[in-house]
């Protein structure tokens, strides 16, 4: 499949629908997230080995999940689960000259795997700082968020997330083999949606002590 094709088929699929993230799609090409071995799948439409046990997400998915966040020109978004790059890049893209990801990532090689396939987009590569750490814990320094994503299951959407978002703000992650949406709507009032029948790696929480 040729990258157009791809596109096409999550359009046609009604996993894209909105132009910007369609557009953000055409733009940063899955192949320069993809080991070198896997090249020549770059726009098959499932996930690819990144290494470390870790997969690049399923386009389908990511199409899915990120018109449920609907980042915003001048958003700053939380990224948990950096992996290849390839979403905190699409992210970039969305969130504009004005706005900010922050991408953070627990395997120390994926981080600079991800940092050296955004310098293929230097004018993204700008609007993303890489952290190396535990995102099951969000990423105070930087908090609140409007947008939280994250790419690897947990149990339950973490209480941290849920303080360091905006009120106003969503947070679109896996929970189990679902996806859930979770829209703050005051400090203390959350509204919760969620989605049934995906497949994601464990979010994987560092051992206190
Ligand atoms: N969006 C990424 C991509 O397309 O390349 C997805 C990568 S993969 C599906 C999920 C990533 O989450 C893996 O790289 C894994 O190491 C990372 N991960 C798992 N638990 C984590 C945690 N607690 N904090 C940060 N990253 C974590």
């Given amino acids: 499949m040729s990258k157009s094709e ?10 894209l629908k909105t132009p910007a993230i369609i557009e953000a ?12 071995e896997f090249k020549s799948q770059a726009y098959e439409n499932h996930p690819l080995p990144i290494g470390f046990e870790q997969t690049i997400s399923q386009p389908l998915t990511v199409a899915f999940m990120l018109e449920l966040l609907q980042p915003q020109p001048g958003s700053k978004i939380l990224d948990v689960g950096s992996g290849s790059g390839w979403q905190s890049a699409l992210l970039a893209q969305l ?9 953070i990532e627990r395997i120390p090689e994926l981080k600079i795997f991800a940092e050296g396939n955004l310098n293929a987009f230097p004018e993204l590569a700008g609007r993303v700082s ?17 947008r939280i994503i994250a790419a690897a299951a947990g149990d339950t959407i973490p209480e941290a997330w849920k303080n360091q978002l905006k009120t106003g703000g969503t947070i679109v992650a896996p929970v ?28 994987v929480k560092e051992q206190a002590g």
């Avoid at 791809?6 to 996993?15: N, S, T």
């Avoid at 189990?176 to 790696?201: A, D, W």
Wanted: net charge negative; aromatic share 14%.
């Fill in 6 to 15: 791809l596109v096409d088929e999550l359009v046609r699929g009604g996993y």
């Fill in 25 to 36: 799609f055409k733009t940063v090409d899955r192949a320069a997230f993809v080991p070198v």
């Fill in 95 to 103: 969130v504009g000259e004005s706005g900010k990801v922050v991408a």
């Fill in 130 to 146: 890489f952290v190396l750490g535990d995102g099951s814990q969000g990423y105070e320094p930087e908090a609140p968020y409007n």
């Fill in 176 to 203: 189990s083999q679902s996806i859930v949406v979770v829209q703050k709507l005051t400090p203390e009032k959350f509204e919760v949606r969620e989605y049934f029948g995906f497949s994601f790696v464990p979010l």
